[in-house]
């Protein structure tokens, strides 16, 4: 967002609630090619933690990570989770790109439930507008606190942290191809899930929801009165397959579940309302829960839309050799290679 260098040699990080990922690529005609790819668990969401030491150990992990992952340059474009942002479409009027600096700053100031001064604004321009002398500028404000505290990681472990972007617009870089127009994003992390609408390439609507794998496993441990850990082996055994424990596990996740279904319905309706014609063609899954068994066909049901398994190494090439190791992950690296892809696609 805004802090740019010259540089086009970085890599991608996706900083998660259960995990850190980075992701190297390097240009090579349409297809970049995968240069470098690891991961590591995190402790207890430490990139959420205020605790005065979270910062150092993060940096520690971060700083590790880029050598055994075999990264080779210092610089990283890394994601900021939705829920951290603010995003909204306005319309401006068709400026020159230095005009559009100040329309959007000063529209700004009616979107943002923050002072201006305290955020960081970032726009793309999506397209025509309404009227034939307007546009329709996608706006994203990130707190000043927020992107501080990811330089200050960053600066921690010895990087230079080049771009910070929305996680969505890196997903939908990574997972869609060009010819998705009008397509349903949903990510499924441990602690949230984010919705988006994608329009041609862009997200027109950005909808974080506080709901995730770690409600799923909590609601299963509480029904069946189960540990956490017991919890955790039947949601990824069973998940909402009906014919597994009688339906008892499905019964459970089922109530969690449709929290996400009727945020993802409330987005649609929404947008539909303001754009008519609008069909969504398909919904794209990621994050790691769209690996529980029976949730995707749950998912197509409840919102009676295809649903397609996210692959983040769909725009990517990769050695043969490669293909089994990297399936294994191919939703969990979506937003890192997103990240990774934004100045070499
Ligand atoms: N097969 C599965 N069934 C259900 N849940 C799963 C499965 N595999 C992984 N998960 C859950 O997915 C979560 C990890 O997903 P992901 O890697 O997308 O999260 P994250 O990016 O770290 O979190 P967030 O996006 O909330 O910051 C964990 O909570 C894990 O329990
Ligand atoms: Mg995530």
């Not at 990922?21 to 991961?39: F, I, M, N, T």
């Not at 309404?130 to 404000?141: C, G, P, S, T, W």
């Not at 082996?233 to 008892?248: E, H, L, R, T």
């Amino acid at each position: 967002m805004g802090i740019f260098s010259k540089t086009t040699d970085y890599f991608g990080i996706d900083i998660g609630a259960t995990s850190v990922r980075l992701v190297q690529l390097k240009k090579h005609g349409a297809k970049p090619v995968l240069v470098a790819y690891g991961s590591t668990p995190l402790p207890n969401n430490l990139i959420a933690s205020d605790a005065a030491d979270a910062a150092d150990q993060l940096a520690t992990i971060i700083k590790n990570l880029v050598k055994d992952a075999g990264i080779t340059t210092k610089s990283v474009v890394a994601a900021l989770p939705a829920a951290k942002v603010f995003a909204s479409v306005i319309s401006t009027p068709k400026v020159s790109a230095a005009e559009l600096s100040q329309a959007v700053k000063y529209q700004a100031d009616q979107y943002i439930p923050m002072p201006i001064d305290q955020v960081r604004l970032d726009w793309t321009v999506l397209g025509p507008g309404k009227n034939e002398n307007e546009q329709l500028v996608l706006l994203i404000a990130a707190p000043n606190v927020t992107t501080e505290k990811y330089l200050g990681i960053f600066e921690k472990a010895g990087l230079e942290l080049v771009a910070l972007e929305v996680d969505v617009t890196a997903l939908s870089r990574a997972v869609l191809t060009p010819d998705a127009n009008q397509v349903v994003m949903l990510d499924i992390g441990s602690l949230a899930s984010t919705v988006s609408l994608v329009v041609n390439g862009a997200p027109r609507l950005i909808h974080s929801v506080p709901t995730g794998a770690a409600a799923f496993v909590q609601a299963v441990g509480q029904g069946l009165k189960i540990d956490a850990n017991e919890a955790m082996a039947m949601v990824q055994k069973f998940g909402m397959n009906k014919a597994s424990m009688d339906g008892k596990v499905l019964k459970h996740l089922q109530p969690v579940v449709d929290i996400i279904m009727e945020e993802i319905k409330k987005s649609v309706a929404f947008y539909m309302n303001e754009n008519p014609d609008a069909r969504f063609e398909k919904l794209v899954f990621t994050g790691g829960a769209a690996g529980m068994p029976g949730l995707p066909l749950y998912v197509a049901n409840s919102l009676k839309m295809p649903v397609e398994l996210g692959n983040a190494w769909l725009n990517v090439s990769y050695p043969a050799n490669m293909q089994a190791d990297l399936a294994t992950v191919n939703r969990e690296y979506a937003v890192a290679v997103g990240c990774a892809a934004r100045m070499v696609m």
